[in-house]
């Protein structure tokens, strides 16, 4: 399936690339410093990229993930955090058209698009679980989680936990300041330093039931277009992880042909015509252009998904998921080679802290270790020699 880039979504994703521009000019103050990126995200929200899936029904722009894909990416070459956080908000505002009832779906796409509402989350999987204790009519939620992206910047947490009595897994949007809810400054990585990654409390906070994503009371497996949600976030780590090795990329080109002198033995008198840096450009590009092309058909492959509703089969989900993982290894390779190699292109003094240059590798090192990336390998391989597409899982 190929899905055309309309006048809009065009008008969008240069939109979101001349924000990068302005983002990419503090990029590396802001990494130093760490923190929650306040100027910045309120960037964001007045230029209405945040309601850019919410349907126009709603309020929105009602574009499609083609498009807030390649937004991702744009906003992540001029700054990996700033395209974290905004990939994780049009996912955990996805989960509530994958997952919620219809006054649901309208209740939190119409108050997002209204308020310009920023989504994060507290779903890690490797954590203890959340709890959810049943309450009269509504749920308690106690417990905490280690990390926890935009949490501490957003307007609202998405959180899974588990019920207690039934066991069934589910899903919630909060404000972030309801009571009971603690919000830790505690995000000391050394990549994505602005992403409010940090831990999060809850301490008996209240749920009401309406807030439950679809039924609480089942204890049903999610249909396949349900769990699109793990492929919808891979995805969106593709993109930004795409997105900082291109902002790597032209960051050492423009420094390259402003700075770098060419090697004392170099035939070239600039270090743009010296052989060695020109070859060594062309092999970056080479497996940039690749991973564009290639990363540009997977975006289209989630669509077609998120199109199919709960037609969707799981036999099909299974296959966007191993396509999706194909782009995840990809993407993985290519962003660390390219943020490690720009340092052969661009010369000793580009190590100087002041330039910043080493925060693209920080920032790709950091988060493609969210989910081993050999077993994304191990799934394309499983599927591609024993035709086994991978089940349902937070990470799969």
């Known amino acids: 399936m190929v899905v055309a880039a309309s006048r809009e979504s065009k008008d969008y994703i240069t939109l979101a690339s001349a924000i990068a521009e302005e983002f990419a000019q503090t990029a ?34 009602g574009s499609d993930w083609v498009t807030a894909l390649q937004v991702v990416r744009e906003i992540a070459k001029g700054d990996g955090s700033l395209g974290q956080l905004i990939g994780y908000h049009y996912v955990n505002l996805a989960n509530t058209g994958l997952l919620g009832r219809p006054e649901q779906i ?5 108050e997002t698009a209204r308020n310009n509402w920023l989504w994060g989350d507290s779903v890690n999987p ?5 709890i959810l204790t049943p309450d009269v009519e509504n749920f308690r939620l106690n417990g ?7 949490a501490r910047s957003g307007d609202i947490i998405a959180i899974a936990a588990i019920r207690e ?17 603690v919000l830790n400054d505690d995000w000391d990585y050394i990549g994505q330093r602005q992403t409010d990654s940090g831990s999060v409390e809850f301490h008996n906070v209240l749920v009401y039931r309406d807030e439950v994503l679809g039924n609480p009371d089942s204890t049903d497996h999610p249909s396949p277009f349900a769990s699109l949600i793990t492929p919808l976030i891979q995805i969106v780590f593709v993109n930004f992880y795409l997105g900082i090795a291109l902002g790597a990329f032209e960051a050492a080109r423009k420094y390259t042909l402003s700075t770098t002198r ?36 997977v975006n289209t492959v989630i669509q077609g998904a998120w199109e199919k509703g709960e037609q969707l089969s799981a036999e099909e989900r299974g296959e966007v998921a191993v396509t999706i993982a194909t782009a995840k290894v990809f993407s993985t390779r290519v962003a660390l080679e390219t943020t490690s190699k720009i340092f052969e292109v661009t010369g000793t003094r580009t190590a100087a802290k002041k330039y910043g240059f080493d925060r693209f590798w920080r920032n790709v090192r950091t988060h493609t270790l969210h989910d081993p990336v050999v077993y994304k390998v191990h799934e394309v391989g499983n599927w591609v020699l024993n035709e086994q597409i991978p089940v349902f899982t937070l990470y799969t």
């Open 144 to 150: 905490t989680k280690n990390f926890s992206t935009g």
């Open 262 to 297: 060419p090697w004392i033995f170099s035939p070239a008198e600039k270090a743009s015509q010296d052989p060695y840096i020109i070859e060594q450009y062309g092999n970056l590009w080479v497996d940039l252009r690749a991973a564009i092309s290639h990363v540009d058909y």
């Open 28 to 61: 590396v103050e802001r990494d130093i410093k760490g923190g929650t990126p306040t100027e910045q995200l309120d960037r964001l929200r007045a230029s209405g990229l945040l309601k850019l899936l919410v349907p126009q029904e709603y309020g929105g722009f």
């Open 126 to 130: 490797r954590d203890p679980d959340l």
């Open 106 to 110: 309208a209740r939190f796409y119409t």
């Open 165 to 181: 009595d039934l066991g069934n897994l589910l899903f919630a949007p909060l404000p972030n300041n309801r009571e009971g809810i």
